[in-house]
């Protein structure tokens, strides 16, 4: 075994190829046991085989490659899982924080849009109906004046006038939405 360890410290990739053919099932299947993720598994057994031929000069002689190896996915877990940890708490509080900015938001929303639609209901009855095919039917001024039996220019007229007294009432970010 000291043999092994020697060959890895002094670069030999053929003990390397060897003892990753060795223990790779090994140990995926010991961090896939203690991790229960197969994303993770994959991820320490890799990162162990890379650190273990990077510090490569810094294994020992005294220990076995499986017991030094084991100890590297050991050391590697931890940090993926406290890294992993870390991510699930930054997504945890986006999300709190997403949901309150999601609430404000629809607050706010419905709030405009029960201003919108109230100042809309205070228009003349037929500027009303000519708004509302125009903006929420989205009907041309032509089918407009057809359906109302009236010109495609008083269409014109109403939209215009009806504009012009929802912006009077509404704010002008509120007045945004309508066009």
């Not at 509080?93 to 949901?99: F, G, S």
Request: with cysteine; proline share 2%; net charge positive.
């Amino acid at each position: 075994m000291e043999s092994i360890v020697q060959d890895i410290i002094n670069g030999n990739i053929a003990s390397f190829k060897m003892v990753y053919q060795q223990y790779h099932t090994k140990l995926y299947f010991y961090i896939l046991k203690c991790t229960h993720s197969e994303y993770l598994a994959e991820e320490t057994v890799q990162l162990s085989f890379i650190l273990l031929w990077e510090k490569r000069e810094k294994l020992s002689t005294a220990f076995s490659i499986s017991t030094q190896l084991f100890r590297i996915a050991k050391s590697v877990m931890s940090d993926l899982l406290r890294k992993q940890e870390v991510r699930n708490r930054h997504i945890q509080a986006m999300v709190r924080d997403t949901d309150s900015w999601h609430t404000e938001t629809d607050i706010a929303v419905k709030e405009e849009l029960y201003l919108v639609c109230n100042s809309i209901e205070q228009l003349s009855p037929i500027r009303r109906s000519v708004f509302k095919l125009s903006r929420f039917e989205g009907l041309p001024h032509k089918e407009i004046a057809r359906q109302l039996s009236i010109s495609p220019k008083t269409v014109e007229n109403h939209i215009v006038r009806a504009l012009r007294q929802l912006k009077n009432s509404l704010p002008l970010i509120i007045l945004l939405w309508i066009y």
